[in-house]
T-cell receptor, first 114, second 113 residues
Framework: NAGVTQTPKFRVLKTGQSMTLLCAQDMNHEYMYWYRQDPGMGLRLIHYSVGEGTTAKGEVPDGYNVSRLKKQNFLLGLESAAPSQTSVYFC?????????????FGPGTRLTVL | RKEVEQDPGPFNVPEGATVAFNCTYSNSASQSFFWYRQDCRKEPKLLMSVYSSGNEDGRFTAQLNRASQYISLLIRDSKLSDSATYLCVGPLSRGGSNYKLTFGKGTLLTVNP
């Protein structure tokens, strides 16, 4: 049981390049989330999904797209990377949408956009 | 006003000390809160849920004060291994769904030998 995994762990992009971050969970969780964490800003929700085939915008969705074609995978895409997207990206999942449900986080992807 | 706000610290305490963190929240309708722990360059992990009646787990106690709209985390008998950033977490009120969380910026704790 690996929990939540993310690939890649590190990436350096040039402005304007595109890339996809992959999140996978083996806990059969319905809900999945993408966050970014920046110094002094805390974790901010980019997009989330409440089930296979569904996605929704979070607090800071601009410049990102997501897809949830399979229940266990949640992809985050950057179509044209900008230096402002330099950040640490965390994926998380949770089983249910209850008040007390825990979100489990992946180890993060450190992205630098030059 | 931010959804949740917490003192960024840093808090530097000696081993064995008792340390307390507070976090204020803006949405009076919020029902559920959490404390997450994040080690340097690692992912956040759930430390404790915060119930209206308080929650205690060993050396850690979390409490919710609805009248003043704050939650607290108390760590007794601090260990070196408690050194981490502690994140206050509550529901993201915009949209009204509790499964979306909003995170405080974190309080950095360093426990010194």
């Amino acid at each position: 049981n690996a929990g939540v995994t993310q690939t890649p762990k590190f990436r350096v992009l040039k402005t304007g390049q595109s890339m996809t971050l992959l999140c996978a969970q083996d806990m059969n969780h319905e809900y999945m989330y993408w966050y970014r964490q920046d110094p002094g800003m805390g974790l901010r929700l980019i997009h989330y999904s409440v089930g296979e085939g569904t996605t929704a915008k979070g607090e800071v969705p601009d410049g990102y797209n997501v897809s949830r074609l399979k229940k266990q995978n949640f992809l985050l895409g950057l179509e044209s990377a900008a230096p402002s997207q330099t950040s640490v990206y965390f994926c998380a999942s949770s089983k249910l949408a209850t008040d007390t449900d825990t979100q489990y986080f992946g180890p993060g992807t450190r992205l630098t956009v030059l | 006003r931010k959804e949740v706000e917490q003192d960024p610290g840093p808090f530097n305490v000696p081993e064995g000390a008792t340390v307390a963190f507070n976090c204020t929240y803006s949405n009076s309708a919020s029902q559920s809160f959490f404390w997450y722990r994040q080690d340097c360059r690692k992912e956040p992990k759930l430390l404790m849920s915060v119930y209206s009646s308080g929650n205690e787990d060993g050396r850690f106690t979390a409490q919710l004060n609805r009248a003043s709209q704050y939650i607290s985390l108390l760590i007794r008998d601090s260990k070196l291994s408690d050194s981490a950033t502690y994140l206050c977490v509550g529901p993201l009120s915009r949209g009204g769904s509790n499964y979306k969380l909003t995170f405080g910026k974190g309080t950095l704790l360093t426990v010194n030998p």
